[in-house]
């Protein structure tokens, strides 16, 4: 339905939406399974698939997500990158915000670097300041502001205008001729190899070995081990999205169906019902906890919910990419592809602060309301239909 489609594509993509008020900011939409940007287009651009090629400037926002994102044109706004590998080669603008297995950023940049990474190399020596999170950590070029590092073994080089601060499990190294304006504080095993050429200007800080890690040390780790858990589970989605949708292909054919071919009314009440399960559930199953009869039905109601949760993440990934395939490829049919790049495309905008976890929130809701038809439809189905292809 003509109105459906309207509704989720606004849904999946908040900037166009907000944009639209305003006359001059457009924004571009592209998920293929290989995706070469080489012609100009106005305002942001959002591209998806198994490997992203950008060529062209782009006026706007630049978001990818892909096994490998190369970018070889200047950005006029921010980027976030997501990819197994990550190769910026030109110049941007605004902030960056990368996570990847290896992370290059070759060109200057105009505002903040936050990087995420196995391997991390950043040579643009412009940033405003930078945050790092890497197993290999290499700045060369220095930076105008304040940098925080947390790797197993961190490299430094060029002009550094303010403090530096490293938590390392290995080793620091500074490189010849390397100035630090402001001031070096470390941890790390070993002390950090500065050479007689390198000068720190306010002074070094260096805080050994301990049998207890320290605070920051501590918080290192949290940090870092919270930050592979989004990677994992972010991966984690999007391969059982794609496992789903090409194994179960009734299953998700009735979730599409109903998502495009029901009325607003419907996919509204769905939305409400997702919405009142998932707050009201957990309630509901605590409250049997506390009572001894009730403990048994309890453990059995969590079960449900939890897989009712995860079903519903699912779903709304698997939604999302049948949307993709109906408005692009202009194709109804849905393969393990489209669940896929769904749930790349849900978890991207996932990640934008307020908005994104509305949207996010709202296509959960719908889906785990029209699952919790389709299983009441399955356990109390009507004559002797199919109710699932209904």
């Known amino acids: 339905m003509q109105t459906v489609r309207i509704v989720l594509l606004t849904l999946l993509l908040p900037f166009p939406a907000f944009a639209a008020t305003?006359?001059?900011?457009?924004?571009?939409?592209?998920?293929?399974?290989?995706?070469?940007?080489?012609?100009?287009?106005?305002?942001?651009?959002?591209?998806?698939?198994?490997?992203?090629?950008?060529t062209t400037p782009t006026t706007g926002d630049l978001s990818a997500a892909a096994g490998s994102v190369v970018v070889t044109a200047p950005i006029s706004g921010d980027a976030l990158l997501v990819a197994g590998s990550v190769s910026l080669r030109a110049s941007v603008a605004g902030d960056v915000r990368a996570l990847g297995g290896s992370v290059s950023i070759e060109s200057p940049v105009g505002g903040d670097v936050l990087a995420f990474g196995g391997s991390i190399a950043a040579r643009g020596g412009t940033a405003r300041s930078m945050h790092a999170v890497g197993i290999n950590v290499t700045i060369e070029n220095g930076a105008k502001g304040p940098v925080t590092i947390y790797a197993n073994n961190a490299a430094l080089a060029g002009r550094f205008e303010g403090d530096v601060t490293v938590v390392a499990g290995g080793r620091v190294s500074l490189a010849p001729d390397t100035t630090i304006v402001g001031s070096l504080s470390y941890e790390s095993p070993e002390q950090a190899r500065i050479p007689s050429s390198a000068h720190v200007l306010g002074g070094v800080h260096y805080t050994g070995p301990s049998y207890l890690p320290s605070s920051e040390q501590a918080h290192a780790l949290v940090l870092a081990g919270f930050g592979v858990f989004l990677f994992i589970r972010f991966l984690a989605a999007v391969i059982l999205a794609g496992l789903i949708a090409g194994l179960f292909p009734r299953f998700t054919d009735a979730i599409a169906e109903r998502a495009f071919t029901r009325t607003t009314r419907s996919h509204l009440l769905a939305t409400l019902l997702g919405f009142a399960i998932l707050i009201a559930a957990p309630v509901l199953i605590l409250l049997l906890a506390l009572t001894f009869v009730g403990i048994g039905i309890a453990v059995l109601a969590g079960a449900l919910y939890f897989l009712l949760a995860i079903l519903s993440f699912i779903s709304a990934g698997i939604v999302a990419g049948a949307l993709l395939a109906r408005q692009i490829e202009k194709r109804d049919t849905i393969i393990w592809r489209d669940?896929?790049?769904?749930?790349?495309?849900?978890?991207?905008?996932?990640?934008?602060?307020?908005?994104?976890m509305l949207i996010s929130g709202l296509l959960i809701a719908f889906a785990a309301g029209t699952l919790t038809v389709l299983f009441f439809h399955l356990v109390f189905p009507k004559d002797s239909e199919d109710l699932l292809v209904e």
């Not at 900011?25 to 950008?54: C, H, I, K, N, W």
């Not at 669940?339 to 994104?356: D, E, H, N, R, T």
């Open 22 to 54: 305003s006359p001059i900011a457009t924004s571009t939409f592209v998920a293929e399974q290989s995706v070469f940007v080489a012609t100009s287009t106005p305002g942001s651009l959002y591209a998806f698939g198994a490997t992203v090629a950008v």
């Open 339 to 356: 669940g896929a790049f769904g749930m790349l495309a849900l978890s991207v905008v996932s990640l934008i602060p307020v908005v994104g």
